[in-house]
């Protein structure tokens, strides 16, 4: 049993990998692209305003998630315990808190569309037209 629940997780971390993410924000968002240092020091807390953009509200898949583990390491270099330490470090300093997290990429997707300055990512395939693609990466 162990070792079809890890071959099924295996699977399931290659698909990830091989998906394309997409960074979207809510329609009414003035920025129209990100490049991918904005977009790092957007989701590591080091920045909150863009472009001119005033209120931008982030969320994040969940911890342990593929999606989630493969987002950060492509886009800030970072693994699961290391970003766990550096949102540790962060807050403990007052210097801020990791977003809101959701539980996977329909809820982000459902939570973008209805919120003004909404940031967040998700799997690519699923994207819809009432939201915009800030960035993307495979």
Do not use: C
Request: hydrophobic fraction near 45%.
């Amino acid at each position: 049993m162990k070792l079809s629940l890890m071959l099924v997780i295996m699977l399931m971390s290659v698909q990830v990998a091989s998906a394309e993410i997409a960074v979207i924000a809510h329609p009414d968002l003035t920025l129209q692209k990100l490049d991918k240092p904005q977009v790092k020091r957007l989701f590591l807390g080091k920045t909150k305003v863009l472009s001119g953009v005033r209120r931008i509200e982030l969320v994040d898949q969940p911890e342990n998630s593929g999606i989630r583990d493969y987002f950060y390491k492509q886009v800030a270099k970072k693994n699961a315990a290391q970003l766990q330490a550096y949102w540790a470090k962060r807050i403990f300093s007052g210097k801020g808190v990791p977003p809101a997290v959701l539980n996977d990429s329909a809820a982000v997707l459902a939570w973008v569309k209805k919120t003004k300055g909404g940031v967040g990512y998700i799997d690519a395939g699923v994207v819809d037209p009432g939201v915009k693609i800030l960035y993307r990466f495979k």
